[in-house]
């Protein structure tokens, strides 16, 4: 076919736009299937809901709105005068309490000391009584003194089971149970007070605080966020095709909306197993719910990616829910 011919050629159009189709259908299938960058991607932390342990009016404020705070910061204070007098009824209960075991375990040292001694004043009558037994028949004792000792063995035998009696009641009456009671009402009021300020449990930072002083707060009652800073990722939905190519180590570059030229690297930390592809609202699911998005191919679904970032930097401070774009990789 000679240039004229080419020329004239009236399937041009066609062959072109066959061409273009072909080549996009195979654009296609390769990002598809091959590539593993997505813009599906939003930057995210842990979230710690703070609430309260006790219940009662707001005394103190010591953080306010977007404040980074440390562990071990003190938040904010609920009233802690009922819970100290608490604690001080508890302290007194307490002393009460082993102050009374004290004095039951003397009780049973005294028992028997007693017990011993009535034991050594019957068996010393009992020497006499084998003695004066021998004398009466020798003719050397009068009876009487024989009837006296015997009368006395008699009432030194009363006085052993007696004593032997109340030792039973006092190691009876000694039980560590009430000190242990006490203790634990006691450690219990010692928690609240100790609850009555609230303090960061990790590093982040304060947001949702609405807080006021004289503000009634009730226990469990959930009061403001606190967003964990210590590890930061990014959450990217793949589709299935390309979830072949993604393995648990793999290294990503990360590029986030807010900081347009800067770069961030981390690694996929882990590869969601599952997603709820059905949104009910009579059954709700503990999977994660990806909704589906049309393509005019095919519906992909998507899964939950996990990538944590390595190069946190406070020039560059991460803000959850902020758009990003990912890509996956190995050395």
Avoid: C
């Avoid at 009824?89 to 009780?107: G, M, P, Q, S």
Wanted: no cysteine.
């Amino acid at each position: 076919m000679n240039r004229e011919q080419l020329a004239e050629f009236q399937y041009w159009p066609h062959l072109i736009t066959l061409v273009i189709v072909a080549l996009s259908f195979l654009g296609y299938r390769y990002f598809a299937y091959y590539d593993t960058r997505s813009d599906d991607s939003y930057v995210s932390a842990n979230v710690i809901n703070m609430a309260s342990l006790v219940s009662g009016p707001v005394s103190t404020l010591y953080v306010q709105e977007n404040q980074n705070v440390k562990k071990g910061d003190k938040l904010i204070e609920i009233d802690p005068r009922p819970y100290l007098y608490a604690l001080n009824k508890a302290k007194a209960d307490l002393n009460l309490a082993k102050i009374r075991y004290a004095n039951e375990k003397l009780a049973i040292q005294v028992a028997e000391e007693k017990l011993k001694q009535n034991q050594a004043f019957l068996s010393l009558s009992q020497d006499h009584l084998n003695r004066y037994r021998k004398l009466v028949k020798q003719g050397d004792l009068a009876e009487i003194q024989l009837i006296d000792v015997i009368a006395r063995i008699r009432e030194q035998e009363a006085d052993v089971l007696a004593a032997t009696h109340n030792l039973k009641i006092a190691r009876q009456n000694f039980d560590d149970n009430e000190i242990k009671k006490a203790q634990a009402v006691y450690d219990k009021a010692l928690y609240l007070y100790e609850h009555t300020t609230v303090v960061a449990p990790t590093d982040g930072l304060i947001t949702n605080f609405n807080l006021r002083v004289g503000q009634y707060i009730k226990t469990g009652e959930w009061l403001f966020a606190l967003i964990d800073t210590k590890q930061w990722w990014v959450e990217t939905r793949y589709r299935e095709t390309a979830i072949r190519l993604i393995k648990p180590g793999d290294k990503a570059k990360i590029w986030l909306d807010m900081y347009p030229g800067k770069t961030f690297y981390g690694h996929v930390k882990s590869i969601g197993w599952g997603i709820n592809r059905v949104q009910s609202k009579g059954a709700p699911s503990s999977l994660v719910y990806m909704e589906a998005t049309e393509d005019w191919i095919r519906i992909a679904q998507r899964f939950p990616v996990r990538i944590y970032i390595d190069n946190v930097s406070p020039d560059y401070p991460l803000r959850i829910g902020a758009s990003a774009t990912t890509v996956t990789y190995r050395d």
